[in-house]
């Protein structure tokens, strides 16, 4: 397993019930596709993610799956909406299932 | 007749810009997308290396040393990186940022240097570098530093490789002018470490140099060498007042 890659989360401090608002989400990763050689002729093993999910207090907020397009370090945002405080927790998941978790809370006004 | 004037004109002004060629930040040549990638607090993927630059920071190299941040205030850091490279009297010579912060790794946490290029080193030097944001590059070429500013400036304008250029042939002489679509910069290096989009990733000056270096089929020197730390320091005197913008973004 790699190490722990550095993610960014960006949630606001307050949000408002019911109210749409908006999450950005950034993971450090090379989503290396597999089919590259690197100059020695020998294939670079592939590492990237394969599906990201936003959940909130266990229900899906938002999902995504990535494909060999996605570039590097890949970048989302998205809006959710939530009628009480709790917690937003983000899921990136490779190619051999290893998974990499953040969580931010959120605070209703 | 007047197309002749207009052209007169026009050469008129690019020899004049060319003599006077006011520091330029690369950033001003950039599409608005781009720079808008840049400009973003969030989105900018530098960003990414400057935060695993503030992790390395406050975690000590080892059990018995201290962190970075044990020592140093993360507040006095601003303005540190407009004013390298610079002359270091325990070193003897001109070196850069990376390799002030390696001194102090070696010399004072008693850990072995990061390996130049290593993600932790330009982690830890976009770090120390976004300190000073918007300061302007103040480095000093005169006194102990200054062999080292000419070794850079003889480089600057030495034609090297098989297409027998030196930087200041493009990026002097033939700064804004097009080649393969892009506009030529100057060469400014106030956005370093610079995450650039073809490496996928952030990247010290030097690696930026031996690029170059290559372009113009030419061989490069080893990164962190001297050569490349007297390159640097005469570059950034080129960009003096410019302000930091690590990390930059560019294509």
Request: net charge positive.
């Amino acid at each position: 397993m790699q190490p722990a890659p550095n993610v960014r989360l960006r949630v606001p401090e307050q949000v408002k019930s019911g109210e749409a608002f908006e999450v950005r989400a950034m993971i450090m990763h090379p989503m290396e596709t597999g089919y590259r050689f690197d100059s020695q002729g020998t294939a670079v093993p592939v590492h990237i993610i394969q599906t990201f999910t936003c959940r909130f207090e266990g229900q899906v907020v938002f999902e995504a799956r990535f494909g060999t397009g996605v570039s590097a370090n890949p970048y989302l945002s998205f809006f959710a909406k939530v009628d009480r405080p709790g917690e937003l927790e983000f899921t990136w998941v490779d190619q051999d299932g290893d998974s990499y978790v953040h969580k931010a809370p959120v605070n209703v006004a | 007749m007047r197309r002749f004037a207009v052209a007169t004109a026009a050469i008129t002004v690019a020899v004049a810009a060319a003599a006077l060629a006011a520091p330029r930040s690369g950033s001003s040549y950039l599409a608005p997308d781009l720079k808008a990638l840049q400009a973003d607090d969030f989105r900018n993927p530098g960003l990414l290396w400057v935060e695993q630059g503030r992790k390395l920071w406050s975690t000590p190299p080892s059990a018995a040393a201290k962190a970075c941040a044990g020592c140093h205030d993360e507040a006095a850091m601003r303005g540190v990186a407009a004013r390298y490279p610079a002359y270091d009297k325990g070193a003897r010579r001109v070196v850069n940022l990376e390799q002030r912060i390696n001194l102090c790794r070696t010399g004072r946490q008693h850990a072995p240097a990061l390996a130049y290029e290593s993600r932790d080193l330009v982690a830890l030097t976009a770090f120390v570098s976004r300190q000073s944001l918007g300061m302007p590059v103040a480095v000093r070429v005169d006194g102990p530093a200054a062999a080292s500013f000419a070794r850079g400036r003889a480089a600057y304008h030495q034609r090297i490789g098989q297409l027998d250029l030196s930087c200041a042939d493009c990026h002097q002489r033939s700064e804004g002018r097009r080649l393969h679509g892009e506009t030529i910069s100057q060469g400014q290096i106030n956005g370093f470490p610079t995450y650039r989009q073809l490496w996928e990733g952030a990247a010290s000056t030097h690696r930026m140099f031996a690029w170059c270096n290559a372009a113009v089929r030419a061989e490069p020197r080893p990164a962190g060498s001297q050569d490349y730390v007297d390159l640097e320091l005469y570059v950034r005197w080129r960009g003096q007042g410019l302000p930091v913008e690590t990390p930059a973004v560019r294509k």
